[in-house]
């Protein structure tokens, strides 16, 4: 069946260190893809999509590529602060979201 | 923009009693709601998918008789947990899909605030 694959975390950086988080995904076809991320004890925000191969997701200096050579979505970011702490989580699918696992983000100053 | 509003937000509740929880989409319609359920540190498990008028479908190994779903209008969906005991303690999160007015583009998945509920 279909399935989301993250890098596991916890991921550990200083303040402006450069962020990936890596997703490849499984699927028949090509599903429209997501990240998300989780504030403790809050529910999830869509950080940012994409729809069709070599789409490119963007939001708040996050990025990701949609891409079909390598079925791979990770999300990067050039420099991240402290207030990005939180975990991110891939999620992919056509008519329901199959999530990753989640990988936690701690950004030290 | 889309907008799916969740409560309780927290709830307590004693074992052998039934809760509710509902979800409202504020300025859409909610042709499909998805209700997930996740444990601490842990990702979102699919618990079920409804749609407006239908029945639920549920994910395996998801008891339809415990965890009931009514999706009777198309803004509000409602999880209710029957003789809640402590294992059912979690965090259950609302997801809802549609279109905006008579948008027909699908704003893809909306999702609620989440629901923490300790059973004791």
């Known amino acids: 069946g279909d399935s989301v694959t993250q890098m596991e975390g916890p991921v550990t950086l200083s303040e402006e260190a450069f962020l990936t988080i890596n997703c490849t995904y499984t699927?028949?076809?090509?599903?429209?893809l997501f990240w998300y991320v989780q504030y403790p004890g809050e529910g999830l925000q869509l950080l940012l999509k994409?729809?069709?191969?070599?789409d490119k997701g963007s939001n708040k200096g996050f990025e990701a590529t949609y891409r079909k050579e390598t079925t791979s979505f990770h999300l990067e970011k050039g420099s991240v602060q402290v207030s990005d702490s939180a975990v991110y989580f891939c999620?992919?699918?056509?008519?329901?979201?199959?999530f990753g696992a989640g990988t936690r983000l701690a950004v030290h100053p | 923009g889309a907008v799916v509003s969740q409560h309780p937000s927290r709830v307590i509740c004693k074992s052998g009693t039934s809760v509710k929880i509902e979800c409202r989409s504020l300025d859409f319609q909610a042709t499909t709601m998805f209700w997930y359920r996740q444990f601490p540190k842990q990702s979102l498990m699919l618990m079920a998918t409804?749609?407006?008028?239908?029945?639920?479908?549920?994910e395996q190994g998801v008891e339809k008789d415990k965890f009931l779903i009514n999706h009777a209008s198309l803004t509000l969906s409602t999880l209710t947990v029957t003789s809640a005991h402590p294992e059912d303690s979690s965090f259950y999160i609302c997801s809802a899909r549609g279109s905006l007015g008579t948008v027909t583009t699908n704003y893809g998945y909306t999702f609620g605030s989440g629901t923490r509920l300790t059973v004791v």
């Open positions: 699927a028949t076809g090509y599903p429209s």
């Open positions: 994409a729809t069709k191969a070599d």
């Open positions: 999620a992919g699918g056509y008519n329901k979201l199959i």
């Open positions: 409804s749609n407006e008028g239908s029945k639920a479908t549920y």
